[in-house]
């Protein structure tokens, strides 16, 4: 059986997918710490431009899920086709809801194409110090 590269890209999508459904079902802060994430792109070179345009949609729409309280993308200098997200959501219920929202699902299905590696998604909780 010969496996075709789209075979291997679309059997990457679901892993991706299906590690990042696990992640979030199991993450879970119960403090009401607001949550902050940090996302690394790399668009293959060919497709900057096509990432800079779906980027900017999927950060307009985000910023109208509830519970969205920042949203940055950032785009590197130096090599214009990397990208950082930083977003920060209210509650750790409102970045789940906002991952299981239609816009962030297309988001990804549109994105998973132009990668040129794997995306770099790190979930993080403000950390508050003790009075």
Same mark, same amino acid.
Do not use: M
């Given at each position: 059986m010969r496996i075709t590269r789209h075979l291997l890209l679309?059997? +990457?999508?679901?892993s991706v997918a299906l590690l990042f459904l696990v992640t979030t079902?199991?993450?879970g802060d119960e403090t009401g710490r607001p949550v902050v994430t940090v996302i690394h792109i790399d668009a293959a070179p060919d +497709?900057?431009?096509s990432a800079v345009t779906l980027l900017t949609g999927f950060r307009r729409d985000s910023l109208r899920d509830t519970g969205a309280k920042t949203f940055q993308v950032l785009q590197e200098l130096d090599r214009p086709n990397h990208f950082t997200l930083v977003e920060e959501w209210r509650t750790q219920k409102d970045?789940?809801?906002?991952?299981?929202?239609?816009h962030t699902r297309h988001f990804r299905d549109q994105l998973q194409p132009m990668l040129a590696s794997p995306f770099d998604e790190r979930v993080h909780a403000e950390l508050i110090a003790a009075p």
């Open positions: 679309r059997l +990457f999508a679901v079902l199991t993450l +497709f900057t431009q970045y789940e809801d906002h991952n299981l929202e239609a």
